[in-house]
């Protein structure tokens, strides 16, 4: 459905230029803000939606679309670079090429990517560098466009320019960089439709790192290899990261993983960043894209930064261009990789017996008084750089699998689900009659909450499961999901309520958490004695928690609470899960 719409909209807008006046590339003027203002400048939403709608008019290998909308009312673009595009589709030999999106903006103070992007895809058209015959190019322009328009010089507290640019939070103060999941924004609903539009075998998100300072103007961010898995994820660790750095070394600009360190100094070693499932490369992960953040460095010249990502850009290309068919058989064999029946982990660990030694550039740093707390600070000296070895920690280990099922069932009433499920892909069928089945049925045992709000959400973690087995009558109406789908992953990370983001922890089924009867004491005292002496077991085992729970013993009203919970007054429908899961 989604790419019907999608050529349907590919063909209408190809008409619309067609019949549009023709103009030639020297009736446009291609310098961006950057390039004019000697790097110190970056464009404003309205002047890179011009350019790029000026550059598509110009060169034929270039489209611009409009994919959907977003919190600020305007809609999400798309720009392609494509030069053997046809008038009947945009991706017509996609299975000859492989696609690499770029995501720009995401934090509209980083703009890095958004000016290294236009002069990327400019040069590209132009003929300035050599175009990938292998690869298609696609770009969202600015995904933040509420924080793109919010414009300010003075959110960005460490960054080095440029001069005025866009606000973190979009147009409703969310951080776009943390709802792929959860999908509380427009925008992201619309990335997961332009997403499974494209089926990108490779994506970039362009940044700027906040952190420890070093020598380096780039800082790559690959999608953890080891939850990524299988050979892809060993691909992207040993040869695709490997030759990135090494083609930039090469160029003249040395590149070091992200820096993950806070209010510390590098040299004791640090891990890399996990991108859950609620971050961009976490999202594209569990469709087997192989993912990469660009981080360039707050404390460098916006003129460097944007450069940086320029030659980023083009070495990441060209290395997709150069092992397309690698990727493209290594992505489909990881659409294989989880069947039913088969472990997969949930949650994970660093496995500390595995490093990667860096030969990393950085400056001396040492703890000195601040002038203003009195508190030793840490103060980092550019005037004494160093090489040292340092340790990196970039092997994780499952900390927990589950087992994956053969299907779920979504009863019709968990909407929002059923919505999520749907924009994201996922091939469903309504039940057309009440049946039963056998289903495992899961009862959350346990589950702790932020105390603090994080991205308008309370969110649950800590999560724990009881398991069991039981007759479930499955509704007309209700939702059936096979895992044997190419979104088996998301499934499993969204329905699965132990899973860091899943939906359970995202406050999606909250409503079980609160139970909604309960009982008036002075009644329920006479029908709980009765329904002891009816269950001896029961009235055993409650009779054994008294004498070994003194703060049981001492409180009458959970005593009464407890043996309610054991009779047939309780509602079941309190801490059920409402997904079950079938075989597996």
Known sequence: MFMKQFLSLSIVLTILLACGDSKSPSDFDFATRFESSKGLETATYDEVIEFYSELAEAYPSV??????????????????????????????????????????????????????????????????????????????????????????????????????????GNARNFDLNRDFIKTDTKNAGSFAYLFHVLNPDLFIDTHVSNGADYQYTLTHLFTQHNKL??????????????????????????????????NRTPESGFSQFFDAPRYSTGYTSLFNTLGMMVETHMLKPYKLRVEGTYELLKSFTYIADKDWETIKELRKIAFSNYTPGSDYPIAWSIDSSQTRILDFKGYEATMIPSKITGVNRLKYNTNKPFTKKVNYYDYYKPDRTIKVPEKYIVPAGWF????????????????????????????????????????????????????????????????IIDTDQPGVRFLLETLEPMAVDSYFNWNYFDTILQQKEGFSSYVWEDMAEDFLKNNPEIKKAFE?????????????????????????????????????????
Do not use: C
């Open 544 to 584: 054994e928690k008294k004498a070994s729970d003194p703060a049981f013993s001492q409180n009458w009203y959970l005593q009464l609470d407890w043996i309610h919970k054991q009779s047939p007054y309780y509602e079941t429908s309190h801490l059920r899960y409402p997904i079950v899961r079938v075989g597996g």
């Open 229 to 262: 898995g299988g050979s892809l994820g060993n691909y992207l660790q040993s040869e695709f990261m490997t030759q990135l750095e090494d083609s930039l070394n090469s160029k003249g600009w040395p590149v070091t993983p992200y820096v993950n360190v806070y």
């Open 63 to 168: 489209r611009m679309y409009e994919m959907g909308p977003t919190d600020s009312g305007k809609k999400l673009n798309l720009v392609t670079f494509n030069p053997d595009r046809t008038f009947e589709s945009e991706f017509h030999d996609r299975a000859q090429k492989n696609i690499l999106l770029i995501n720009n903006g995401i934090h509209p103070g980083e703009s890095d990517g958004i000016d290294a992007s236009m002069i990327f895809m400019r040069d590209l058209a132009q003929g300035n560098i050599p175009a990938p015959r292998n690869t298609i190019i696609a770009v969202i322009p600015t995904y933040n466009i509420g924080g793109a328009l919010n414009r300010n010089s003075t959110s960005r507290t460490n960054q080095n320019g440029p001069l005025e640019y866009g606000f973190r």
């Open 416 to 479: 929002q689900v059923i919505w999520e499920l749907d924009n994201n892909d996922i091939s469903m069928k309504k039940v057309v009659e009440d049946t039963v089945i056998t289903a495992q049925v899961y009862t959350i045992s346990n589950y702790e909450t932020r105390q603090r709000p994080y991205e308008g959400h309370y969110p649950h973690y800590n999560t724990e499961v009881q398991v069991s087995v039981e007759e479930v009558i499955v509704k007309k109406g209700d939702y």
